[in-house]
């Protein structure tokens, strides 16, 4: 099982750096190309055209990695709905397995990372895209540039909210000590963010818009869906699941 674990890593490492070398230089202009022909369409609206761009790059995420990301999310569900059953249980990885696959949720600790890599590979080419775009075309808007940082802090602190709300909907249940890690982090992401130019803070800002929705969405659903077939942990041991 551990040789099992460790050629999946290599296996997923080495897809990774190919995956990654291939689209380095070759995405980099597509995404310019179609950065600066949207901008063009738009009336030379960088900033309308990154956020049309990363929708639609988001969209097309959605696509690949839409299987893992329901399957994590379900998954989330099923133990908070289980937490104390799971816990109280003699043979918990057992019983563990036998509801996951009740649910049809795939265990597999590993599912989406190839997904997750292919993205990886895509974002970097995207944001080097977007530093070519603001070198290039060093445009006013509003009251900043997307070439340089926002003067007014107005975006690092839209980011910080954006990305604490979009890990509190990630997690069900919270703790307080997870809700303070959260806040920190997010904190951490909007002090460094005041440093990076604008074009790619409007990036930042949309992906975790577009993710909170998906998530919403995505919770909506699943509850439906887990209540629907739920079996109450009082009765999982009389019924064979």
């Known amino acids: 099982m551990k040789y099992r674990t460790l050629n999946m890593i290599g296996f997923l490492l080495v897809t990774g750096i190919i995956i990654f070398s291939f689209v380095s230089n070759f995405f980099i202009d597509i995404f310019y190309l179609i950065i600066n022909k949207s901008a063009t369409i738009l009336n030379d609206n960088y900033v309308l055209a990154i956020f049309i761009v990363t929708i639609i790059l988001k969209t097309i995420f959605l696509l690949i990695s839409f299987k893992s990301d329901w399957n ?6 099923v133990d908070n709905y289980y937490q104390g059953f799971f816990t109280q249980s003699e043979n918990q990885k057992e019983l563990e397995e036998r509801v996951y696959k009740y649910y049809g949720i795939d265990n597999h600790r590993f599912s989406g990372c190839l997904a997750m890599l292919i993205q990886l590979a895509f ?5 080097q895209s977007l530093v070519l775009v603001s070198n290039n075309a060093n445009h006013n808007h509003m009251w900043f540039n997307i070439g340089n ?19 509190m909907i990630s997690n069900i249940k919270l703790t307080k000590k997870i809700h303070t890690l959260f806040l920190v982090f997010s904190l951490i992401i909007g002090v460094i963010s005041s440093q990076l130019i ?17 998530k919403i969405v995505c919770q909506k659903i699943l509850y439906w ?5 739920a ?10 699941i």
């Open 72 to 77: 994590i999310q379900y998954k989330k569900i």
């Open 231 to 240: 079996v109450p942990p009082s009765e999982i041991t009389l019924k064979r």
């Open 123 to 127: 974002v970097i080419n995207f944001i």
């Open 198 to 214: 604008s074009a790619i803070l409007i990036y930042w800002i949309t992906n975790n818009l577009c993710s909170i929705l998906q």
């Open 149 to 167: 940082e926002d003067p007014l802090f107005i975006l690092p602190v839209i980011l910080f909210i954006c990305t604490f709300v979009n890990l």
């Open 225 to 229: 869906q887990f209540f629907k077939i």
